[in-house]
């Protein structure tokens, strides 16, 4: 009998929807689709004025907290002829990257960061900054998808000039699919849920709370339904908002998270 046999798990992001399908349905699972959050990135002319800055006034540290984030503004600044130059601008400051995924766009381009956080969260990253003064120094910070306070607030509190740069934006596409995820959760007619990145998690328990039915979901993710997440940092989200039980793989990958869940059941299936 394979790991995920009859198990029906669901998938809340909306990339690469058919290649983790088609790995459930391999341990003999049945994938459901239930997308809760896109990624909608900034145009080009957008970005122009954020990337135009850096290059014009400078910055004393530039701090990336996603790849795809980073990814997106150097690809930006590319068709705009201005790669070489934002390359240049970054490279005379100090750099503070998130996650293995922003270490390697830096690589990419040549650029060293003078801090990398040890754990790939916004805590981690704050960690490896602390022995650095940021008293009247400029921040160019690179958030991920919606505004982040809590770092934010760190760098002023440091009494540092904070320009935030939000090179995509995370939406739901469409709510009823949320209110149907959290139907089913509290029903138990799902039982794995996978969450792919961190904001689907703001997504779904902020909906939850909104229809007054957070307690009773908490309580199927205890009970009935399995929560999987594709790494820490996500891992961190289920955690903090009362889930016990979370399968995170080793290795941030979407497919080692399904071998991951399947390992779960083999183990209780013994």
């Given amino acids: 009998m394979r790991a995920l046999e009859g198990k029906r798990v669901v998938l809340t992001g909306s990339r690469k929807i ?53 990814a997106v503004l150097f690809d930006a600044a590319e068709q705009l002829n201005l790669q070489q130059a934002f390359i240049e601008a970054l490279i005379k400051a100090r750099i503070a990257v998130r996650g293995y995924k922003t270490a390697q766009i830096m690589k990419k381009y040549g650029i060293e960061p003078a801090v990398i956080d040890d754990d790939g969260t916004n805590d981690g990253l704050l960690r490896a900054l602390e022995p650095f003064s940021f008293d009247q120094q400029n921040i160019y910070l690179q958030l991920h998808g919606e505004p982040v306070p809590k770092l934010v607030q760190w760098f002023e509190e440091r009494n540092a000039d904070v320009f935030q740069v939000l090179p995509y934006q995370t939406v739901v596409p469409n709510l009823n699919v949320v209110y149907q995820l959290i139907e089913e959760i509290i029903n138990g007619t799902v039982d794995v849920v996978a969450f792919t990145a961190s904001p689907q998690v703001r997504v779904l328990f902020k909906t939850a709370e909104k229809l007054a039915v957070l307690p009773q979901m908490i309580e199927a993710f205890q009970e009935k339904v399995v929560a999987a997440a594709v790494g820490k940092v996500t891992g961190s989200e289920l955690t903090e908002r009362g889930v016990q039980r979370v399968i995170v793989p080793e290795h941030e990958r979407m497919g080692a998270m399904i071998v991951a869940i399947a390992a779960h059941y083999k183990k209780i299936n013994v």
């Fill in 18 to 70: 058919e290649e983790i399908s088609a790995l459930i349905e391999k341990q003999g699972g049945i994938s459901v689709q239930r997308p809760i959050q896109e990624t909608k990135k900034c145009s080009v002319q957008e970005l122009e004025p954020n990337i135009r800055r850096v290059i014009e006034d400078g910055t004393d540290w530039a701090v990336f907290t996603t790849g795809i984030g980073s």
